[in-house]
């Protein structure tokens, strides 16, 4: 398989000149196959850097993602992404994602730990932790920004940034929208739509709403061989979004989105590592239950000076609850070992931003800004955080408790200036400083040690740092490079009662050096990137089995420098009726040397993670690779619209994502089920469009591989498999 794989990248690579795709184009896919014949102005704008700029003449590595792309490559969640872009990859365990992008991002499953990878919605951080089953729906574009985001976006981060921009309403743009329905398998019925309402001269709503239902995946046996009486991931969503934009003046804009969901996932079943049963056919005798629901208001101001100078706030306030219930130890025993998890939480987050941004032409440019981010996790109480080893027994001594408050918060101010060296060669300088702290006050019940309290706090601060130069080559070819850093708070670690209080573990920093090329050929029909990267991280953060007592795992730092590196190349082809985009990336990761106990394992040894000493049960980790980073990665997509005289079309298409093998633990341990193998997901649609309607055949997963999602807690998450089933759309 692996060798079918690299023949068809190769082929693909060979025929766009081994280059990037750039998925955003300004033409709509319904354009007709006359213009298309035409020469290809297709300029792709990316916004995330607070200008907007031509990607193909910008010193970054990115892709966009129209809103309808994204729907003809099956992309409705975060997982789906995974599969329509290099480097990316999404490891769903239940209750949050592990979004990795060139190996970084989380791979820790706690709140403790920030994540390396931002998400945005309409240009404000979303929940970083819990809540991110968000369904894509109404989306104008995608752009994923790879690489650390030290110095101008929002959040300080060492992987990368994806904003998920939703469509604003059009002032004076009449009354028009869009209706959707779907009925699929597995009992799966949608209905999703959006409407613009042109109120006035200086003011237009936006209302988008989005429901699906759907049975689930699972057979689930229970105790006896008889029927699992629980849930078994019977999906309920409801979602809305209201935006409105007020325009009083040609020099001042004001958008609000107010977004409420209610995300019923039924429950996250999952099969033990060893169980050797099909992923979708599993046992469990305790109850399952998987719901988040959350509100949130963005809003966005902008005022341009006669000058062009822009200020620019954008202010959000969110409030989420997750509710989650697993049966943790994946069997349907009742006398054997019968472990169970529970948690009620509530996340709350605000976040501010302030711009002040030069015009976007000029010799000389410059954006001056402040951040602030404020987070807070709230266990709620009675203990509504539970792991218990006696189920269904209540028995104090086996269980563990947890009830209390997490609020974090981060602070920045940050610049960047550019100035054109010559008319074709340009240099940006940007800087970044961040303070942020992290502190605990909960109350633990732990086990047979009784009650415990937990009263720490940390503070982290960095200065971050990018210096960059662009090459306009000639009107076809550009160059880039740059220097950057990135950072990742540190955190704290919550005590286990026989050592004292733990140490808290300090921030991760990132050096990232990379080179790339972006060109356009065939008279602009092939867009082309290709670029190279090489990181340093000092202070990785991991997760390790307590060096006096691994039994409890605990997050430290790696002392020695950690190195990953890799090249990624994309391209995007558009002749006539036919569109082909594809991908490609390769990454290596090595970790620096230093000593762990796996906390799986039972043992009683102490491992010093600096010093060892090495023994069977004390690995030296020194080379491994990082988690949920597989080596490589590659994706296509193709597609051909026959249209006929009376001007209805007909459109197949493909796309096939394939993400290798990756390790789910630093301990590559095979016989525990660390190694998840390769993901190899192809989608299909056949649309056929008469005027303002569209009926399309779909189907995910066309050849139905069941393929563990992620590793947790012993369990395989099973991703999604095959469905299929008929949407009809109505625009208007």
């Known amino acids: ?96 994602n592990d979004f990795n992008i060139r190996g970084i991002g989380k791979a820790e499953h706690n709140t403790q730990t920030t994540t390396g990878v931002i998400t945005y919605h309409d240009g404000a951080p979303s929940f970083p932790g819990y809540i991110t089953q968000e369904p894509y729906y109404d989306i104008n574009n995608v752009q994923i920004l790879r690489g650390p985001q030290g110095t101008i976006v929002g959040q300080n981060a060492t992987g990368g940034a994806v904003f998920v921009n939703s469509r604003d309403p059009i002032i004076n743009g009449g009354v028009s929208g869009y209706v959707q329905g779907q009925i699929g398998s597995y009992e799966d019925l949608g209905l999703q739509g959006a409407v613009n309402l042109p109120v006035s001269d200086t003011f237009a709503a936006r209302l988008a709403v989005f429901s699906e239902k ?82 949130r208001e963005i809003l966005k101001g902008e005022y341009v000076f006669d000058s062009g100078i822009k200020f620019r706030s954008i202010s959000s306030y969110a409030k989420g609850n997750t509710y989650y219930r697993t049966d943790l130890d994946g069997t349907n025993s009742e006398t054997g070992a019968n472990t169970t998890f529970f948690d009620d939480v509530d996340e709350r987050q605000i976040s501010q931003e302030f711009n002040l941004i030069s015009p976007d032409e000029g010799r000389f440019t410059w954006l001056v800004g402040a951040f602030g981010l404020w987070n807070k996790y ?22 563990y408790k947890l009830q209390g408050t997490n609020p974090t918060r981060s602070l920045a101010l940050f610049g960047q200036v550019g100035f054109e060296i010559t008319p074709t060669l340009k240099a940006e300088v940007g800087g970044r400083y961040t303070a942020s ?34 090459w306009e080559a000639s009107p076809e070819h550009y160059l880039y490079g740059f220097l950057a850093t990135g950072f990742r708070p540190g955190g704290l670690n919550v ?34 990137t290709v670029s190279g990267f090489y990181n340093r991280y000092h202070d990785f953060q991991v997760i390790i089995g307590h060096p006096l007592l691994p039994a409890f795992g605990i997050e430290v730092n790696v002392p020695n420098v950690t190195k990953m590196y890799g090249a990624e190349a994309q391209a995007e082809l558009h002749l006539g009726g036919f569109r082909l985009d594809a991908g490609i990336s390769f990454l290596h990761s090595s970790l620096g040397e230093f000593f762990a106990n796996d906390p ?131 625009t208007f």
Request: charged residues 20%; contains cysteine.
């Open 600 to 730: 799986r394992i039972v043992n009683f040894f102490p491992c010093d993670p600096e010093t060892g000493p090495e023994s069977a049960n004390c690995i030296n980790l020194k080379g491994q690779e990082q988690t949920y980073a597989p080596n490589f990665t590659f994706n296509i997509g193709a597609e051909y619209r026959f249209d006929f005289k009376n001007g209805d079309s007909l459109t197949p298409r493909f796309n096939y994502g394939h993400v290798a093998e990756q390790w789910a633990t630093l301990f590559e341990n095979k016989s525990r089920g660390d190694l998840l193998e390769a993901r190899n997901v192809v989608n299909a649609q056949l649309a056929y469009t008469h005027k303002d309607w569209t009926a399309t055949a779909y189907t995910t997963n066309l050849f139905d591989q069941h393929y563990p999602g992620a590793l947790n807690s012993n369990l395989y998450f099973a991703g999604p498999p095959r469905q299929y089933g008929i949407k009809i759309l109505k």
């Open 214 to 295: 759907r049975a689930g995946f699972w057979h689930i046996t229970g105790p006896g061989g008889e029927s699992y009486k629980g849930d078994n991931g019977d999906m309920r969503l409801l979602a809305g979004r209201l935006s409105m934009l007020w325009r009083p003046s040609s020099n001042l804009t004001i958008t609000s989105k107010t977004d409420v969901d209610y995300l019923d996932q039924g429950a996250y079943p999952a099969s033990r590592y060893d169980s050797g049963r099909d992923l979708f056919h599993i046992t469990a005798n305790a109850p399952m239950k998987a719901r988040d629901k959350f509100f």
């Open 437 to 470: 702290r992290s502190t605990n006050n909960v109350d633990i019940l732990q086990y047979t040690t009784g009650y415990l309290r937990d009263d720490q706090s940390t503070k982290s601060d960095n200065f971050s740092y990018k210096f960059s130069l662009g």
């Open 1 to 96: 398989m692996k060798r079918i794989i690299l023949k068809s990248a190769v082929s693909v690579l060979a025929l766009t000149i081994s280059a990037q795709a750039l998925a955003q184009s300004g033409t709509s896919a319904s354009t007709s196959g006359a213009e298309s014949d035409k020469k290809q102005d297709e300029t792709i704008i990316v916004t995330a850097q607070r200008r907007n700029e031509n990607l193909m003449r910008t010193a970054i590595s990115a892709t966009v993602i129209s809103g309808d792309k994204l729907e003809n490559k099956g992309v409705n969640t975060v997982d789906a992404l995974q599969f329509a872009t290099p480097s990316l990859v999404v490891n769903n365990f239940g209750q949050g």
């Open 495 to 528: 005590p286990v009662g026989l050592f004292g209080m733990p140490a808290a573990f300090d921030p991760e920093t990132v050096q990232s050096f990379e080179a790339g090329w972006k060109g356009n050929f065939l008279d602009g029909r092939l867009h082309t």
């Open 378 to 399: 709230t266990f709620k109480d009675p203990y509504q955080f539970v792991i218990d080893l006696a189920y269904p027994f209540d028995i104090s001594a086996f269980q």
